[in-house]
């Protein structure tokens, strides 16, 4: 019980009161929806690509070893998940297009890792190399390989919906659009660095810290202003795309996890991970193509709402379960 006090506490509140904050400024005019764009430039190309890097060449080989299974069950997972959303919402609900259900899963098919990853993770499990390796492998996972699926599916509907309107990119642009981006490129050119061997010179460390520093606090507080700048309309789309996100997800890496005989500290953190909200990029993406711009945001809103009350469930459910299976470390 005290656990999870200490969770809600330590994890919850903090990022509850700093995203008001920014809902308040922007409901104020102090900022607006563009300048939260601005603040999520700094954090996906400075702060968290730092925040990744840093902690990650603090690891050992080891440590990179015993997480095989952690990126196999991330990668598989989260894109199994993320495939059934879009199955769903584009056979499910005759209104919606190709490009409507791939935007569904980048929202609810996605979790937020590189907003709130750090955020979540560091105050329940500590700061260490272990949460920095869990955010990055999720992170690589949702924008090297789900946006890039997600765009392209989006991309062949609004073809089919206009055809010879655009031309047709290769299926592997996305993919080296995606990786070109330093939240991509970051946390790879680090695990490269710990399996080379190379020792990480302490010196180096603080200039990485400063901005790695602004990574959770920018992202929580540009989530609150982004939230007040769109209108929410609650609707049984937005309301199973919660669903999905919250129960579904958590509930797959779960039972994937325990049957690859998963570390359970890792497991733990990965349920946690793929319980987040549904990513903010989904959003920004639905807005850029303007595509499932007000459902995408309720699922979104509805969420963060629900995490309050699932993040603390997940982790007693996924200790139950470690416990009833004999995982152990």
């Known amino acids: 019980m005290s656990n999870m006090v200490h969770i809600i506490l330590y994890a919850i509140v903090p990022i509850i009161v700093v995203m008001l904050a920014g809902f308040i400024s922007g409901k104020k005019g102090i900022f607006s929806g563009d300048d939260a764009k601005k603040f999520n430039k700094v954090v996906l190309d400075f702060a968290l690509p730092a925040a990744l890097f840093i902690s990650i060449v603090q690891a050992n080989r080891q440590m990179l070893a015993r997480d095989l299974k952690l990126s196999l069950v991330s990668l598989v997972g989260i894109m199994l998940c993320f495939m059934i959303v879009y199955w769903v919402f584009k056979y499910c609900f005759k209104k919606n297009t190709g490009a409507d259900a791939a935007v569904s899963a ?137 669903i999905m996100k919250m129960i579904m997800m958590p509930a797959v890496i779960l039972a994937m996890g325990i049957l690859c005989k998963m570390d359970p500290e890792n497991l733990k953190m990965l349920v946690v991970a793929c319980a987040l909200p549904p990513a903010f990029s989904g959003i920004i993406i639905a807005d850029e193509y303007d595509t499932y711009v007000a459902t995408g945001t309720s699922s979104l809103t509805l969420s963060i709402i629900l995490f309050v009350g699932f993040c603390p469930l997940w982790i007693w459910i996924t200790d139950i379960c470690c416990q009833a299976f004999n995982l152990v470390a």
């Not at 789900?146 to 599916?153: A, D, F, K, M, R």
């Not at 970051?186 to 901005?211: M, R, T």
């Open 106 to 242: 980048l929202i609810s098919g996605s979790p937020t890792i590189g907003f709130l990853g750090f955020a979540v993770l560091e105050p329940i499990f500590g700061t260490n190399a272990s949460v920095a390796l869990v955010v990055a492998i999720v992170g690589i996972v949702v924008n090297a390989v789900g946006i890039p699926v997600g765009l392209s599916l989006m991309n062949a509907s609004l073809e089919k919906m206009q055809p010879g309107s655009t031309k047709k990119d290769p299926w592997w642009k996305p993919v080296l659009h995606a990786l070109a981006q330093p939240v991509a490129w970051a946390p790879i050119l680090a695990v490269v660095w710990v399996l080379i061997g190379i020792p990480w010179p302490d010196w180096a460390s603080p200039s990485f810290n400063l901005i790695k520093g602004a990574n959770a606090s920018l992202a929580v507080f540009s989530a609150g202003v982004t939230l007040s700048a769109v209108k929410v309309t609650i609707n049984w789309q937005a309301i199973l795309g919660s």
